[in-house]
């Protein structure tokens, strides 16, 4: 299986680099992972609705740019679905059971995801009402992932 991350913008900190490598590591047994970073575009303090719209836009039009044709699409959202670390696993390997090889996950910037990004994803993924920073995003995203692998191989994980 191969599990794609698209997230807007860089990670700058090194124990992020660091944590990210981790799970890169770990997730190597279970599936061929592949973590593609495009460019954030600057937001002025107190934009309009319009220029934010525009930012969101043209992170999208990055986005979309990057996702296979074939792959299943999970967007992270705040309005979207949550699931807990179960339910997650069995999205994930029901999408591999019915034949889907490819799934790509969608981090958007300090923004969120323009709408055609949402409008592309097969399902809209919430991990809580709150908002966290997009690079610590990555991390938690990448736990969850190999936490899925872990309980979708019956082998033991931290409840």
């Known amino acids: 299986m191969k599990i794609t991350i698209i997230a807007v913008g860089k990670i700058k ?3 992020f ?3 990210i490598k981790e799970y890169s590591k770990r997730l190597s047994k279970y599936c061929k992972l592949d973590i593609i970073e495009v460019k954030d ?4 303090e107190n934009a309009s609705l319009t220029e934010d719209d525009i930012v969101k836009e043209t992170e999208g039009k ?3 740019e990057k996702i ?3 792959s299943k699409v999970i967007a992270l959202a705040i309005d ?3 699931f ?3 339910e997650l696993a069995k999205k994930i390997e029901k999408f591999r059971v019915s034949g889907t090889s490819d799934i790509t996950f969608v981090i958007g910037g ?3 995801l323009h709408k055609t990004v949402l409008d592309r994803a097969d399902l809209k993924l919430s991990f809580s009402k709150m908002t966290f920073p997009h690079q610590l995003m990555r991390i938690i995203l990448l736990e969850q992932i190999y936490r899925s692998f872990r309980i979708i191989n019956n082998e033991p994980y931290h409840k």
């Open 17 to 19: 680099e660091d944590a």
């Open 68 to 70: 296979s044709d074939a």
């Open 41 to 44: 575009e600057k937001t002025k």
């Open 80 to 82: 979207g679905k949550e």
């Open 13 to 15: 900190e090194k124990y």
């Open 110 to 112: 300090s923004l969120g």
């Open 84 to 86: 807990d670390s179960v």
């Open 62 to 64: 990055r986005i979309l």
